[in-house]
């Protein structure tokens, strides 16, 4: 049974920062590509960044530059790393991977 846990959610004032987790079980983990998607209330889910199965690394302009992905193969877990937050960052955050997702979590960036 394959399960996307993702934690580290929360409140932040916006120019702050959080980090986000999702602990991956049930695949090979280190074999597969992991993405980060959010999506905005009345808005439709934007994919945000992938980090291949190597560390090759893709973001959406939107997320460029302030947002970094990664991953630790030993822990089964893929993290995002969100800097500079802006209001508009205000979001529930997902992980996927193949067609697997996980319940999301919810980001809200204060002004």
């Known amino acids: 049974q394959v399960q996307l846990v993702e934690s580290g959610g929360g409140l932040v004032q916006a120019g702050g920062s959080l980090r986000l987790s999702c602990a991956v079980s049930g695949i090979i983990f280190s074999i597969k590509a992991m993405s980060w998607y959010r999506q905005a209330p009345g808005k439709q889910r934007e994919w945000l960044a992938t980090?291949?199965?190597?560390?090759?690394?893709n973001y959406a302009d939107s997320v460029k530059g302030r947002f970094t992905i990664s991953r630790d193969n030993a822990k089964n877990t893929v993290y995002l790393q969100m800097n500079s937050l802006k209001p508009e960052d205000t979001a529930v955050y997902y992980c996927r991977t193949d067609t697997f997702w996980g319940q999301g979590t919810l980001v809200t960036v204060s002004s």
């Open positions: 980090i291949a199965r190597f560390g090759v690394t």
